[in-house]
């Protein structure tokens, strides 16, 4: 079972910051957090990721809470071509472990003129 | 640099056949992983393979086996295809853990 709990949806005006919650209660010390999203059943296209500092890349931003428990990836100025479906992901980090990753349900963002 | 590619794209099957996908990436990754996604679901996996020669299956495992055969190709077969594998796969790799993985366009097989 995945260990991510998102909204199933989510919209955002065109231009204005599209801010995605994520909560991840049971994440461990040597997991990571990363955020993926899916355009129109595309592959999966990687976005961010991070352990516990928070992450700013040239698409996105990704603030975790100190306790870790939860984090929100940011789209500073949301397009309408952000419109896709966002997973959260919590991932395994350590020797001889694949960290392979599952995948929950996601929320679809919409972005809107 | 393609990355990770897929073939076939599209693939339509009876129930009873049997089909290979192939995957290859050009990245020099270590892992390898196989999912399906299901009309209005979450990707699941199917197998992965942690390095070259070691294979485990991942949540949907049953009526699938796949094949390690160097570093860059990881293939996922169906012996006996079903209805029920109806799906769209897709294969990843990363460097290893903890590293970003990386998808291929996907691979739509329809069983009839």
């Known amino acids: 079972d995945a260990k991510t709990t998102q909204p199933p949806s989510m919209d955002c005006a065109e231009g204005r910051a599209a801010n995605l919650p994520c909560n991840h209660s049971?994440?461990?010390?040597?997991?990571?957090v990363y955020w993926y999203r899916q355009i129109h059943s595309q592959g999966p296209q990687y976005i961010i990721h991070?352990?516990?500092n928070n992450e700013t890349n040239e698409m996105a931003s990704l603030i975790i809470t100190e306790d870790r428990k939860s984090s929100t990836l940011i789209l500073p100025h949301a397009t309408l071509r952000d419109t896709a479906v966002y997973y959260c992901?919590?991932?395994?980090?350590?020797?001889?472990?694949?960290?392979?990753?599952?995948f929950g349900q996601g929320t679809t963002l919409q972005v809107k003129p | 640099n393609a990355g990770v590619t897929q073939t076939p794209k599209f693939q339509v099957l009876k129930t009873g056949q049997s089909m290979t996908l192939q995957c290859a990436q050009d990245?020099?990754?270590?892992?390898m992983y196989w999912y399906r996604q299901d009309p209005g679901m979450g990707l699941r996996l199917i197998y992965y393979?942690?390095?070259?020669?070691?294979?485990d299956k991942g949540e949907v495992p049953n009526g699938y086996n796949v094949s390690r055969l160097n570093k860059r190709e990881f293939s996922l077969r169906l012996e006996s295809a079903a209805p029920s594998q109806t799906s769209v796969y897709f294969c990843?790799?990363?460097?290893?853990?903890?590293?970003?993985?990386?998808f291929g366009e996907g691979s739509w097989l329809t069983v009839v």
């Open positions: 049971t994440i461990s010390g040597n997991e990571y």
């Open positions: 992901i919590v991932r395994v980090h350590g020797s001889g472990n694949t960290g392979k990753l599952i």
């Open positions: 990843a790799s990363s460097v290893g853990a903890g590293n970003t993985i990386y």
């Open positions: 990245m020099n990754h270590n892992s």
């Open positions: 393979s942690a390095s070259e020669g070691t294979t």
């Open positions: 991070g352990l516990k």
